[in-house]
């Protein structure tokens, strides 16, 4: 595993979530007639980022 591999990882497991997370509330304001609120997007970064994120860690490091 080159330190390159886990650059590339970090740089989509942090992208992706939060393109999703944008698309999430704004869905979610839409539907529930609010606003669209950075705080709540914020939020659900951290849940798609951790859903995201933690597996892949667990995939690359190998078991020691």
Known sequence: MNFSDVILIAIACMSIPLVVAIFTDIFY????????????????????FGISFIPSIFLVIPNS
């Open 29 to 48: 304001a839409q539907k529930k007639q609010r606003q669209f609120s950075l705080r709540r997007m914020s939020l659900w970064y951290i849940l798609f």
